[in-house]
């Protein structure tokens, strides 16, 4: 109940397209879904964020869409460039809690020149 | 301003020795965390602090592990008798306070054990 399912596992997109990554979980008391992304060599770093409240929030040219009733999100990176081409890893949690923040096994999105 | 620092950035160690793993977060960050990555893997956790205190010990692979924080800032991760299966990197991140807030990263510790 504890995990959040990932995938694809990789990916590979020609510039311009939209990567499509998809994340599952179980527990419904999660109210809190980050996504970070990681280049080769670095660690992790916060790319966006949802709760719960909301069902679509746009940075830039990352979206995450987010189905409470199915306990399912999704990033979106519109018109993707070579520079996306990094680790995507989403992940759940409870706010204020003295608990650990669960990640998804990771996808490793290609963009193509 | 600086973010979270983790020393040394590689270490090479010799089959059972011990090894010991220094993180320095953010000024301010109550919470603190250690992974583990192996190449081309997922981040796996190991350890949880709040504080001085770890409410979370469950990601620790066995007892040659362990993990200590003081004056709820510098974070050291120690491995005793290493084994070529402790090669991979090891990440620490910080938050402001527990979860359910950004974590930011270190570029984390390379371990090698030959």
């Known amino acids: 109940q504890q995990q959040v399912k990932q995938s694809p596992q990789s990916l590979i997109v020609q510039k311009g397209g939209i990567p499509i990554i998809n994340c599952a979980y179980e527990n419904t008391a999660f109210d809190y879904f980050p996504w970070y992304q990681q280049f080769p060599g670095k660690g992790p770093a916060l790319l966006i964020a949802?709760?719960?409240?909301?069902s679509e929030k746009k940075e830039g040219r990352f979206t995450i869409s987010f189905n409470k009733s199915a306990k399912q999100f999704s990033l979106h990176i519109m018109d993707s460039q070579p520079g996306d081409s990094a680790t995507y890893f989403c992940?759940?949690?409870?706010?204020?809690?003295?608990?650990?923040?669960?990640f998804g096994k990771g996808t490793r999105l290609h963009i193509l020149p | 301003g600086a973010g979270v620092s983790q020393s040394p950035s590689n270490k090479v160690t010799e089959k059972g020795k011990d090894v010991e793993l220094r993180c320095d977060p953010i000024s301010g960050h109550t919470a603190l965390y250690w992974y583990r990555q192996s190449l081309g893997q997922g981040l796996e956790f190991l350890i949880y602090f709040q504080g001085n205190s770890a409410p979370d010990k469950s990601g620790l692979p066995s007892d040659r592990f362990s993990a200590e924080r003081t004056g709820g800032s510098v974070s050291t991760l120690t491995i005793q008798r290493t084994q070529q299966e402790d090669s991979a990197v090891y990440l620490c991140?910080?938050?402001?306070?527990?979860?359910?807030?950004?974590?930011?990263f270190g570029p984390g510790t390379r371990l090698t054990v030959t």
């Open positions: 949802i709760r719960p409240d909301v």
């Open positions: 991140a910080s938050s402001l306070v527990q979860s359910g807030y950004e974590q930011y």
């Open positions: 992940a759940a949690s409870r706010v204020n809690r003295d608990d650990k923040i669960i």
